[in-house]
């Protein structure tokens, strides 16, 4: 019931959204393409290290919730060990303790989020728009994400660059989930529920390189 409520509103902002979703997708591609095809030997590279230091597989696969209401799969490079019902299923907010140490310099420098370009190529994400979550925090706010699914969830978005430093916050807090569900992903929502009311292509752009500013200036 609470996926047909998600994904019931879809269709009255299709009509809203389509007429500035050409140059949006123009831009996922360019960057994707352009990304995968230069970053390929660095993908590799991490890949390797992931492998080296931890064991297969290299690459970590997550059950999402995007566009519509629909699930996909999001890739990422594994940062923690291996942890089966983690795979494509839920983690622990706030759980820290299985980040491997190569693992902690991919979060840190957003590498471990790369492969999402090839979730971009395949149409399952954005470059830019607000983050994907998974299915039990959807359901906690149903009436908001059914406006936030509306587009196609990103890579980095406002929310991604003000809480660039969210898990620090987590691991500081007594009640992790609790932190999460009540002050920090409200917040979270508002800024995707501005985007999608606010969006534009130099707005993408504004964002996109805003990230890589932050990401660099670690």
């Known amino acids: 019931m609470k996926r047909e409520r ?45 492998v080296f230091e931890s064991g297969l597989p290299g690459f970590f696969r997550h059950r999402r919730v995007g566009l519509g209401g629909r699930d996909f799969v999001l890739l990422k490079f594994r940062t923690m060990v291996i942890k089966p019902e983690a795979d494509m299923g839920s983690f622990d907010v706030g759980d820290v303790a299985r980040i491997t140490k190569f693992g902690r310099f991919l979060r840190k420098t957003k590498l471990d989020e790369l492969p999402q370009l090839w979730n971009v190529l395949k149409g399952d994400m954005s470059i830019v728009g607000p ?15 059914a406006r936030v699914l509306t587009m196609r969830p990103g890579i980095t978005d406002p929310a991604s660059i003000e809480f660039r430093n969210e898990e620090e916050l987590l691991a500081r807090s007594p009640d992790p989930e609790r932190t999460y569900r009540e002050e920090i992903l409200p917040r979270k929502l508002v800024l995707y529920e501005k985007y999608v009311a606010t969006r534009s292509f130099w707005g993408d752009v504004g964002v996109l390189f805003k990230t890589v500013w932050v990401v660099v200036g670690k």
Request: glycine share 8%; net charge positive.
């Open 6 to 50: 998600i994904a019931g509103n879809f269709n009255h902002y299709l009509r809203q959204l389509c007429g500035g979703n050409i140059a949006k997708r123009f831009l996922d591609l360019v960057v994707a393409l352009g990304g995968l095809f230069l970053l390929s030997p660095f993908f590799a590279f991490l890949w390797l290290a992931v």
């Open 131 to 145: 983050r994907p979550e998974v299915r039990k925090w959807v359901e906690a706010y149903p009436e908001r994400w």
